[in-house]
Structure formats: structure tokens, C-alpha cells
């Protein structure tokens, strides 16, 4: 059973950075491109980040670049997401995904975790 679990989040403050993890037990984790996305209540879930298999490749919401980092360690089968300069605005429940497939921005991914709440007061 494949499970993708979340960690890392929290309440900081406006400034604040934090590092977000999400560990997947996938037997072949390098061959799983993966993605964090991130959801308001009464919205739609929202691209956040996205890594290719290799790390090689990584693409950004606009809403998050340049204060967003995406990577990956594929020997920890663990992909992180480093938070700096947080807003207010990115308060949100923070999820990860995982496909065999390229999905980018899309938000068809064959594997979803849980999710990490994050909460930036201002």
C-alpha cells in the first residue's frame, strides 16, 4: 500500500521559514515524479511545486516563486519543500503527490498524502 505522509508544518509567523517533508513508502521512489500542492477551505486545491524524477526538472506556482524550493532525496524516498519569506497568504493545508507520469501542475496524481497545516499569522 503505497502512503505518503506529510510533515513539517505549523504556526510561524509573517517572515518565517519552514521546511516541509513528505516521506513515501514507494518501493521504486526515483521513478515517481513528485508535487506539492496546498488548499484553503472553500477553494480550489492550488499547484504549489513540482519535481521530476531525477530532480533534474522543477517547476513553481507564481504565487510561490522565489520564496519556494522543491527537492528530493532518492535515497531517504523523501521530498521537502523549503518555505522562506512565508505570508500570511500561504496559510493552507499542504499536500504531496507522487505519478509515474510528468503531471506538473495538474492535479491528476495517482498519490495523494494526508496533509500539513500550515499557518502563517501576520
Known amino acids: 500500500q503505497v502512503q505518503l505522509v506529510e510533515s513539517g508544518g505549523g504556526l510561524v509567523q509573517a517572515g518565517d521559514s519552514l521546511r516541509l517533508s513528505c516521506a513515501a513508502s514507494l518501493r521504486t521512489f526515483s521513478m515517481y515524479h513528485m508535487g506539492w500542492f496546498r488548499q484553503v477551505p472553500g477553494k480550489e486545491r492550488e499547484f504549489v511545486a513540482g519535481i521530476s524524477r531525477s530532480g533534474d526538472r522543477t517547476n513553481y506556482g507564481d504565487s510561490v516563486k522565489g520564496r519556494f524550493t522543491i527537492s528530493r532525496d532518492n535515497a531517504k524516498n523523501t521530498v521537502y519543500l523549503q518555505m522562506n519569506s512565508l505570508k500570511p497568504e500561504d496559510t493552507a493545508v499542504y499536500y504531496c503527490?507522487?505519478?509515474?507520469?510528468?503531471?506538473?501542475?495538474?492535479?491528476?496524481?495517482?498519490?495523494w498524502g494526508q496533509g500539513t497545516q500550515v499557518t502563517v499569522s501576520s
Open positions: 503527490a507522487a505519478d509515474t507520469v510528468y503531471r506538473g501542475s495538474s492535479l491528476s496524481y495517482l498519490y
